[in-house]
């Protein structure tokens, strides 16, 4: 407990034995107080209560900084750190969904702490690994009704985000290399 926190509680113990402010009647006698909201909320005990303490979160190794030092020296993950775990059928995969997004056009290749992001001026692609499979993100202006898409979300007013598992490089063919074409064509609008 902190001394502001215990000021807190201090104030309501005499709001609540009316020993704080007012006097005239019954200001020695215990009645109901309205208590005074705390200012901000906790969030389950993970964030602290104050707005300028809110820690930074590295979007390379997800490690918490202090905003007041936000001076952080961390190498960003290599695509091969992302993927490298692969093995057997979804190695295969993904070096097959890599050349045809590749072949595309010009984009650049960014590897996040969890993820591979394909993009020109935005993200028209991601991709997660997974302990089965691969985890397909493509940004499409339509939505899709198609067995290899899991789901699909609107996270814009002209984007919806297409969920694929990939678990072979067969999957990776026709349907699925015409939608990452039509996503790598509309990603700069």
């Known amino acids: 407990m902190t001394i502001e926190d215990g000021a807190l509680v201090l104030r309501r113990r005499r709001m609540r034995f009316g020993r704080l402010g007012g006097g005239g009647e019954g200001a020695g006698e215990a009645k109901p107080a309205i208590l005074p909201r705390p200012r901000f909320v906790y969030n389950r005990g993970q964030m602290p209560a104050k707005p300028s303490a809110i820690p930074l979160k590295c979007p390379h190794c997800s490690r918490w900084l202090a905003r007041d030092r936000p001076e952080h020296r961390c190498v960003p993950p290599t695509e091969r750190e992302v993927v490298g775990h692969l093995t057997g059928d979804l190695n295969d995969a993904w070096i ?22 394909f993009s020109r001026s ?28 899991k ?24 349907p699925l290399t015409e939608w990452m074409g039509t996503a790598w064509g509309h990603c700069e609008h």
């Open 122 to 149: 935005t993200c028209y692609l991601f991709v997660r690994t997974r302990k089965s499979a691969l985890e397909l993100c493509l940004f499409l202006p339509e939505p899709l009704a198609h067995p290899l898409v």
């Open 96 to 117: 097959k969904l890599r050349a045809a997004a590749l072949q595309l056009g010009p984009q650049e290749i960014h590897a996040s702490a969890k993820a591979v992001m």
């Open 151 to 174: 789901r699909v979300q609107q996270v814009s007013a002209r984007k919806h985000a297409h969920t694929i598992l990939l678990q072979h490089e067969d999957q990776i063919e026709a």
